[in-house]
């Protein structure tokens, strides 16, 4: 059974950092797209990132590129989400999600399409405070 478990969400001031985790139990595709997106209270989920688990390819949302930086540690089965310059529009729950299939090049990893990948975890708040 797949498991995607968030942490490292919190509270910070405008123009703070945080680093969030998510590790990945039970996912055995090696070649697959892995992201997050986000959610506030009374708007629509918005990927903001995703990368490409074959090669390491990344792409942004335009809200947060330049802010913020995905990555992926596959020893640890982990995605990371470096975010940087932080505004009160950041402030959401953030989901970390995956798709349940192997994908064969990084083309389709797409932010915008973050929401839709199939396996999502429980997600993590994050609070910007000005």
């Not at 969400?9 to 998510?22: F, K």
């Not at 192997?102 to 999502?120: E, K, L, M, R």
Request: glycine fraction near 12%; proline fraction near 4%; charged fraction near 15%.
């Amino acid at each position: 059974q797949v498991q995607l478990v968030e942490s490292g969400g919190g509270s910070v001031q405008v123009g703070g950092s945080l680093r969030l985790s998510c590790v990945a139990s039970g996912y055995a595709h090696t070649r697959a797209c892995m992201g997050w997106f986000r959610q506030a209270p009374g708007k629509e989920r918005e990927g903001v990132a995703a990368i490409y688990t074959g090669d390491g390819t990344a792409q942004y949302s335009d809200s947060v590129k330049g802010r913020f930086t995905i990555s992926q540690d596959n020893a640890k089965n982990t995605v990371y989400l470096e975010m940087h310059s932080l505004k009160p529009e950041d402030a959401a729950m953030y989901y970390c999600a995956a798709t349940t299939v192997t994908i064969p090049y990084s083309d389709y990893c797409s932010a915008h399409i973050v929401p839709d990948f199939g396996y999502t975890g429980p997600g993590t708040q994050v609070t910007v405070s000005s």
